[in-house]
């Protein structure tokens, strides 16, 4: 018996900014990383004391994990993305 071929999941892509002060990028970087990492999101996010620009791919969970823990801070509470799918990572 011929096993049916596995079904892959989507990668899903988040490009998302927010121009807001961040006075304390640099302790950010550490955190959001470790993040990223534990949810196999691949990309990349820039930290600024103006804001935050970034690019990233994984399942839609993991898209999903990262920005609730994201707007756990205040002045990111509100911030969006812009979602679309990929048939595989595209970085």
């Keep these: 018996m011929e096993a049916e071929p596995r079904q892959l999941e ?3 892509v988040a490009a998302f900014y927010k121009f807001v002060p961040l006075e ?3 302790d950010l970087r550490k ?3 470790k993040q990223c990492e534990a ?3 691949m990309g990349t996010i820039l930290l600024a004391e103006e804001g935050v620009n970034g690019t ?3 399942s839609a969970h ?3 994990r990262l920005f609730e823990y994201m ?3 205040d002045r990111l509470e509100d911030i969006q993305y812009k979602r ?3 048939p595989e990572a595209p970085f």
């Design 56 to 58: 990233v791919a994984g």
């Design 71 to 73: 707007r756990q801070d």
């Design 62 to 64: 993991a898209i999903g």
């Design 39 to 41: 949810l196999g999101l």
């Design 31 to 33: 955190p959001l990383l």
């Design 10 to 12: 989507p990668v899903v």
């Design 84 to 86: 679309s799918v990929a």
């Design 24 to 26: 304390d990028y640099r």
